[in-house]
Structures are given as structure tokens and as C-alpha cells.
């Protein structure tokens, strides 16, 4: 679903095409601003349409990242399960089963990833950059997971028949969901600053139809229709 801000930047792109054809059909308007002539708006607008598609690919990216990363965390391989597996695996070869203290720091490992909400969608695009809420989930999870790695290296007698759950593939698995936490990071800073460098020329397209509208009135007035019609846009 498009949200409320891009339907908005749509509809200030539309309106300023068309104030541009509003503008070629006044043959005596004469701004004495070249910025402000058809060509150099035409131009503009030209930009903020490359800058829309480029956000739009931006954020397609990384949406498919962020549910790749997501995946990693909550799928039926996921993190979470995996470490339910490994606390589970602990509990069945400890003498102590579930009274163990590695079983009871896995289960509060467990229970830690459990009670912390991550979510695949992408936060909105803003050009000030801070760690989202979501983003910070998915780092303390990381945590967690890294935090149950140093357990079952130090688990004796740890050899689980699920391959998934072995020290060196869990290891692997670390480093793996590590990396795309990297990744998305790298891919959102990308998404932030092409939606910056949008909203900045969204600024300057704002800019330069109001002071279109004012040379409208100071060259016919307004009360003439050359001004009152350019309201429309």
C-alpha cells in the first residue's frame, strides 16, 4: 500500500507538471528568474522524478533484505528456534535436566528472545538518521543468540545428532545473521539518504512554485486570471 507521504509527493510532482504547461501556455510570462522559467522547472522536475524512482528501488532492496534478516530470527530455522532446541538438547544429556544452571540460563535466553518484537517492515524513509526501535530488537536478539553460543562451548559432553545445533554450524549461524544485520544497515542508511536528498528537492520544488505564483502576481496582478489560475496548481 503507498502511504499518505508518497501519495503527497505524487501529487506535488503532478501539480508541478502541470504548472509548467499552465506557464507555456502564458506566452508574455516573463519572471526575470531563469530558475522560474518552463526549461529550468522542467529540469527540476526531471530530478525529483529520477530521486522517486530511486527511493523506490531503494526501499524494494531493502524490504527484501529485511525479510531475509527476519527470516534468519523467526523462521522454523530461525535463532528462536534453534535455541529452544539447543535448551532442550542441554536439559536431556545434564544430570540435573532442567535444574542445571545451563539449562536455566538457556530457558531465560529463550524466554529473553521470545519477549522482544521485531518486525520485517521498513521504517519510514527520514532524512534524520536514528536506530529505529527495530532495529535495536534485532541487535539485542543477536546478543542473546551470541550469549547461548558461549554456553554450549563450555556444555561437556555437547554433541547434539541435529546438525543444526553443533557448536561449529551454530557458530556459522551467528556470523551469518551478524552479517545480514550488517547488510540491512547498510541498505537502510542507503534508503535514508536517497529519501533525504528527495525531500530536499520536494523543498525546492515548493520553493520555486510559490515564487512562481508571486512573479505571476507581480507581473498581472491578482486579481488577473494568469494568477488566479496558477492557484489551481
Known amino acids: 500500500m503507498i502511504s499518505i507521504s508518497e501519495k503527497s509527493f505524487g501529487q506535488r510532482y503532478t501539480k508541478g507538471r502541470e504548472l509548467v504547461e499552465y506557464l507555456k501556455s502564458l506566452p508574455t510570462y516573463s519572471p526575470g528568474n531563469p530558475d522560474l522559467e518552463p526549461p529550468a522547472l522542467t529540469n527540476l522536475l526531471n530530478d525529483v522524478d529520477a530521486a522517486n524512482n530511486d527511493a523506490a528501488s531503494k526501499l524494494s532492496v531493502l524490504s527484501t533484505e529485511r525479510e531475509a534478516r527476519y527470516n534468519l530470527y523467526k523462521a522454523e530455522n530461525g535463532l528462536i528456534k534453534r535455541c ?4 532442550d538438547y542441554v536439559a536431556s544429556i545434564h544430570t540435573d535436566g532442567k535444574k542445571s544452571l545451563d539449562y536455566k ?4 535466553a529463550v524466554q529473553n528472545l521470545r519477549g522482544i518484537r521485531i518486525s520485517k517492515k521498513p521504517p519510514a524513509g527520514s532524512p534524520v538518521k536514528t536506530s529505529s526501535t527495530s532495529e535495536v ?15 554450549i562451548k563450555l556444555v561437556p559432553g555437547y554433541a547434539p545428532s541435529n546438525t543444526n545445533l553443533t557448536v561449529a554450524n551454530f557458530t556459522t549461524f551467528i556470523s551469518l545473521v551478524d552479517s545480514k544485520n550488517s547488510l ?10 536517497s529519501v533525504e536528498a528527495r525531500l530536499n528537492l520536494y523543498n525546492e520544488l515548493d520553493d520555486r512554485v510559490t ?17 488566479k489560475d496558477s492557484l489551481r496548481y
Open 84 to 87: 529452544s532446541q539447543i535448551r
Open 137 to 151: 530488537s534485532f541487535g539485542s536478539m543477536l546478543k542473546v543468540g551470541k550469549d547461548v553460543l558461549e554456553v
Open 211 to 227: 515564487k512562481v505564483k508571486l512573479a505571476l502576481a507581480a507581473q498581472f496582478g491578482k486579481t488577473s486570471n494568469e494568477y
Open 105 to 108: 540460563k538457556l530457558q531465560r
Open 184 to 193: 540491512v544497515a547498510e541498505k537502510l542508511e542507503s534508503y535514508d539518504n
